[in-house]
């Protein structure tokens, strides 16, 4: 039987990656998170003895916390935070049931160093096309949901890495470690970096930006679409920040048909009500 104001593994599955889902926060202490430094997806790290410092940031959000098995340190901080007015569960089992349910968590050793603020940032060429709105998406929903990315000039990418600690993506340089590998986009590699690799929406989704990445728009039927949309975009906005945001929308309906409408086909008969659809069968 359910306890009340938790939530299990199979219904917050569910929720992970899209943008109207809960807050995650990890509040396991540290000494615990450093015996097992994995994250679920999503996840920021939070001290509860300091849930009065940050619950005011999550007014008007839903929140799911997450300490090592879903017992008190969890359950009491979703509490605090329901009196703070934020629409609070904490997670059934916990971080150890999550793990045993085999789904996806992120080494929090891959990640760059956050900032005083908690985020991470990173940085890239202008002008993004694919990789570099898909890769911004994937960190947004999976990893660091307030990330930073900053977008200049090719030539000063690795300068711009080195003043401001952010880490340096879908470029070629010594030492690049967020890049392309043999025929794997930057995508992939960070998919298969982030932990990511069995999630099976993710699993659908990597090729089609692959295809549409690396002039392989065959690859798979709609990365020629993915493609059509992203140079679309480019055209439509000149500034690269706007572009992203309006990339997330389109990375969000791409990873829902993913996950829940690969097999849902649709012409205009389809979806018209029964007496219309028999006379159009009966048409000549």
Not at 18 to 40: C, H, K, M, Q, S
Not at 181 to 195: P, S, W
Request: hydrophobic letters at 45%.
């Amino acid at each position: 039987m359910p306890v009340l104001n938790t939530i299990p593994w199979d219904k917050l599955i569910r929720l992970v990656g899209i943008p109207t889902g809960p807050v995650l926060i990890d509040i396991r202490p540290e000494d615990e998170f450093a015996a097992e430094p994995l994250l679920i997806p999503g996840s920021l790290r939070r001290s509860a003895a300091d849930v009065s410092t940050w619950a005011g940031a999550l007014q008007g959000r839903s929140a799911v916390v997450a300490c090592r098995n879903g017992e008190s340190l969890s359950q009491g901080v979703a509490a605090r935070l329901r009196h703070e007015g934020v629409a609070a569960e904490a997670l059934e089992g916990g971080v150890a049931a999550w793990a045993g349910a085999g789904l996806p968590m992120v080494p929090n050793a891959v990640l760059p160093m956050r900032g005083p603020d908690g985020r991470t940032i990173w940085v890239t060429r202008g002008r993004p096309k694919v990789d570099r709105i898909a890769c911004p998406w994937l960190i947004r929903r999976f990893v660091d949901p307030s990330a930073i990315f900053l977008f200049v000039a090719p030539s000063e990418v690795q300068g711009v890495a080195e003043r401001f600690s952010a880490a340096p993506f879908d470029i070629e340089g010594e030492g690049i470690v967020w890049s392309h590998r043999d025929e794997r986009c930057t995508f992939d590699v960070m998919v298969e970096t982030f932990g990511l690799g069995s999630h099976e929406p993710l699993k659908r989704l990597a090729p089609i930006v692959r295809g549409a990445d690396t002039g392989r728009p065959d690859l798979v039927p709609e990365a020629a679409g993915l493609l059509a949309a992203s140079l679309g975009l480019s055209r439509m906005y000149a500034d690269d920040l706007e572009q992203l945001e309006a990339g997330m929308l389109l990375y969000d309906a791409f990873y829902r048909w993913c996950r829940d409408a690969t097999d849902e086909t649709h012409n205009w008969v389809s979806h018209q009500p029964a007496k219309s659809r028999a006379k159009a069968k009966a048409r000549p």
